[in-house]
């Protein structure tokens, strides 16, 4: 079992900044693929940003080149830097994990709501 444990969100201006951390505990951190998704209400979740197991970043075309993920493995968190809001950025983050060798994301976290105002 992985618990996933989100912080960081809130409200920000648009154009300016979060950094959003997820704390994993459970097993060994190193051997999941982690990511980062969103629900904005009315609409279908998500992929925001991953960070697979055996290295390399992957980014929503949305997102790219103002988010970035990346990960502590001393401290089993993973984290999501976002620059540049905008209002399209509003949502519920979620942070997932994915079991090396599984097809999907087995682990959630509860989510953390960010807002962009205009």
């Known amino acids: 079992q992985v618990q996933l444990v989100e912080s960081g969100g809130g409200l920000v201006q648009a154009g300016g900044s979060l950094t959003l951390s997820c704390a994993a505990s459970?097993?060994?951190?190193?051997?999941?693929?982690m990511g980062w998704f969103r629900q904005a209400p009315g609409k279908e979740r998500e992929f925001v940003a991953t960070i697979p197991w055996n290295g390399g970043t992957y980014y929503a075309d949305s997102v790219k080149g103002r988010f970035t993920i990346s990960s502590d493995n001393a401290k089993n968190t993973v984290y999501l830097q976002m620059n540049s809001l905008k209002p399209e950025d509003t949502a519920v983050y979620y942070c997932?994990?994915?079991?090396?060798?599984?097809?999907?994301?087995?682990?959630w976290g509860q989510g953390t709501q960010v807002t962009v105002s205009s």
């Open positions: 997932a994990a994915r079991r090396r060798g599984s097809a999907e994301y087995g682990y």
């Open positions: 459970g097993r060994t951190f190193s051997r999941y693929t």
